[in-house]
């Protein structure tokens, strides 16, 4: 398929490294965020969320830190692999507001 | 479907004409949403629906860009008269309401010569 873009930020990280991309958010009415995996020629798809009452989420592999207080997001991905190259996106939203997607960082993992 | 369907795939136009994208959102789920992601920038907000009303049409470009959505399932985005400048990949994504997590389709191409 065909990039997503061309000239996002890019996270080059060894496998087997941890990764960690971050993201500021610009609304601070917003309660909900959300990591989204953009692989190339496909749909966004959600790695995992966290509301405001929260300011560490963990998954598999994937831990979400919030920090209210300077609006930052970041995705930390332990044990990175080859297959979690791809396009990172945070996403924002605040009560009846449609989310809202930042730029988007590029990692790319050297096997 | 398992999940959001999405149709073309591809569709390749030249400037002037019309198109429209088509979405299948997942069933049950009550809000549908489209956006647009041009190479080198990130997914802007074009237009959510919940059930067959859109709330929010904030994000249409112009008034060459219009949806509908019918028996609270399937939406047609329509761009009218296209401009090189619509050329993007459009997602359509549904969620079971509007606050949750929002599933994306693949994605229709447009490209307008």
């Known amino acids: 398929g065909e990039s997503v873009g061309l000239h996002l930020p890019t996270l080059s990280v060894q496998e087997g490294d941890n990764s960690i991309i971050n993201c500021a958010y610009s609304?601070?009415?917003?309660?909900?965020f959300i990591w989204y995996k953009q692989e190339s020629g496909k749909g966004p798809q959600f790695i995992i969320d966290i509301r405001s009452n929260m300011d560490k989420r963990q998954g598999q592999r994937v831990t979400v830190l919030l920090n209210k207080t300077v609006k930052h997001l970041s995705l930390q991905i332990a044990a990175t692999q080859p297959g979690d190259s791809a396009v990172y996106f945070c996403a924002e939203k605040g009560g009846n507001t449609p989310l809202v997607f930042g730029k988007g960082t590029r990692l790319s993992v050297i096997a | 479907g398992a999940g959001v369907s999405q149709s073309p795939s591809n569709k390749v136009t030249e400037k002037g004409k019309d198109v429209e994208l088509r979405c299948d959102p997942i069933s049950g789920h009550t809000a549908l949403y489209w956006y647009r992601q041009s190479l080198g920038q990130g997914l802007e907000f074009l237009i959510y629906f919940q059930g067959n009303s859109a709330p929010d049409k904030s994000g249409l470009p112009s008034d060459r860009f219009s949806a509908e959505r019918t028996g609270g399932s399937v939406s047609t985005l329509t761009i009218q008269r296209t401009q090189q400048e619509d050329s993007a990949v459009y997602l359509c994504a549904s969620s079971r309401d509007h606050t949750g997590e929002l599933f994306f389709g693949e994605g229709s191409r447009l490209t307008v010569l």
């Open positions: 609304n601070s009415a917003s309660d909900y």
